[in-house]
């Protein structure tokens, strides 16, 4: 049963630390996808990648976040330096998508990273 | 800019039928409507998807009229376990780039 796995689960750091969330997609899916959860916002998208190439990141802070897919198999998710605001759980989720397919192919996500930021 | 927008919660009672509609305009022509569901502690899961029309599989329907602005999904006989958070997804008109737009979310809350 192919899974997307996220490490690490729970990560809790101080302001002004680095902090590195990596994502594994289920193998052969060419879309990963990005996203944050508050109770507040709700479910955000902050990035997605296609075939390792950045489709939309407007949803993400440039100026703290950035989002990498070194390769097909590891996606990840840098935030320097975090700030308390920055908590929340953040999920990645990988898709398959077919050229010129529908943007809005299913999503299988991770378990998510709980993020704290004290 | 497309826009979604659904109930924030809704009460049932074990054996009814919910319904959650989700109105979205200027979603992308050729996109799905993609609705999801989501337990507590957990990612969202996959539950229905469709372009227009009915569909249906073995957990619920997705109702789509012809002018595409609005989706319904239709989930049948609830139990306890059918308390969750469900989201619509489409995808936006917007150009080359493929903008999802996510629902904010219906909280389902299932009644003995």
């Known amino acids: 049963d192919a899974r997307v796995t996220q490490t690490p689960r729970h990560k809790v750091t101080e302001m002004g630390q680095e902090v590195t969330m990596r994502c594994q997609p289920i193998l052969g899916h060419n879309t990963v996808f990005w996203y944050r959860q508050t109770m507040m916002q709700g479910l955000e998208l902050l990035a997605y990648f296609r075939n390792r190439a950045p489709l939309d990141d407007s949803g993400m802070p440039k100026d703290r976040f950035s989002a990498e897919m070194p390769d097909a198999t590891l996606a990840t998710l840098k935030i320097q330096p975090s700030e308390p605001r920055d908590s929340a759980v953040y999920f990645c989720?990988?898709?398959?998508?077919?050229?010129?397919?529908?943007?809005?192919?299913?999503?299988?996500f991770g378990p998510g990273t709980r993020l704290t930021v004290l | 800019l497309a826009k979604t927008t659904q109930p924030i919660s809704m009460d049932s009672y074990e054996g009814q039928e919910v319904n959650i509609t989700c109105s979205h305009n200027n979603i992308a022509t050729n996109d799905y409507i993609t609705w999801y569901q989501q337990f507590p502690s957990q990612g969202p899961r996959f539950i229905i998807q469709?372009?227009?029309?009915?569909v249906t599989n073995e957990v619920a329907s997705l109702f789509i009229p012809a002018d595409r602005k609005s989706s319904t999904l239709s989930l049948p006989r609830v139990s306890l376990s059918d308390t969750a958070v469900y989201y619509c997804l489409v995808g936006d008109n917007a150009g080359n780039n493929r903008k999802l737009i996510w629902g904010l979310g219906t909280s389902l809350a299932v009644n003995p």
């Open positions: 989720a990988s898709g398959l998508v077919y050229p010129g397919g529908r943007g809005t192919d299913t999503q299988y």
């Open positions: 469709g372009y227009k029309t009915k």
